[in-house]
C-alpha cells in the first residue's frame, strides 16, 4: 500500500513516534490510524519489557509549587543515558507528569501512574514513550509536601533535588533560608531532621559500632558504654540536619543560623532524590 508522506506526517502528529515507525507502522495497518496507534503502542510496550531489566541510572527531577510556597510536588523521572535526560521528549514528558501529580493530588507513585492521561493511564503513555524514545524509563520517586513554608532546591543538573518543609516564620527571608538549607541537605546528606528523629534501629547500630571501638581500642569495661555515648552525640552533630555546622558558615549549626534568619524558625521534614 502506498503512505503518503503527509499521512505518515498525521500520525506522527497524533502519536509523537518516529518518521520511520510511523510509516512502517501505517504499511502494516493498511492505512488505518486506529490500528497503526495500537501497533505502535505494542512496539512500546515491547521495547520496555525488552528494556526491564537496564539500569535506570540518569535522569531529572521536576518541580512545582503553589503560589504561597505552602505546598510543592517533586517527580523524578529516570531514563538510561544522560544523552535522553537532555533530550526535549523526555523533559516534556517530565513536565507533563509534575503537573498531572500536581494537579491531581494522587496518593502515591502506583496512584499516579494509574491516572488517566487521554485514553491512557500515565504508565501505558510512559511505555509508549519508551517506544518513541529507546530507553527504558521510570518514575522513582514522587513527593508532595506541605507545611507554613515548603522550599525546593534542584542542585545544577537537575539530577538532585531536595523539599524542605519549615515552621516558625514565613516570607522573602525564610523562602532563602530554606535554600540554603536545601543546599545544606544536597551537599551532607543527613539521616534524619534531629537526633530524636533518627531511627532506633540506627541509634543501637552505632551504639553497637562505638563499643566494639572501644574495646578495640583497649578501653576499660567501665567507660566502654560512656565512650560509644560520646561517639554517638558525635554520630547525631554529623548526620542529623539541625545539629550539622552550616555549609556557609562553620561557626554555627543549621539550627542557630535558622533561629537567626526568624526566632523560632526551624526544620519539620525533608525529603532528598538523588538519581544515579
Known sequence: MNITAKEVNKLRQMTGAGMMDCKKALVEANGDYDLAIDLLRKKGQKVSASRADRETSEGMVFVRTNEDSTRAVLIALNCETDFVAKNEDFQALGTE???????????????????KVGDLTLGEKITENVGKIGEKLEVSAFIDASGEAVIPY??????LGVITVLKGATGAEVEKAGKDVGMQIAAMSP???????????????????GREQAIAEGKPEAILDKIAQGKLQKFFKDNTLLEQAFVKDNSVSVAKYLDSVAKGLTVVSFERVSIG
Open 154 to 159: 534542584i542542585h545544577a543538573g537537575a539530577k
Open 191 to 209: 539521616v534524619a531532621v534531629d537526633k530524636d528523629s533518627v531511627d532506633s534501629s540506627v541509634v543501637a547500630k552505632e551504639l553497637e559500632i
Open 97 to 115: 507528569i509534575l503537573n498531572l501529580a500536581f494537579e491531581a493530588k494522587p496518593a502515591n507513585t502506583e496512584a499516579l501512574l494509574a491516572l
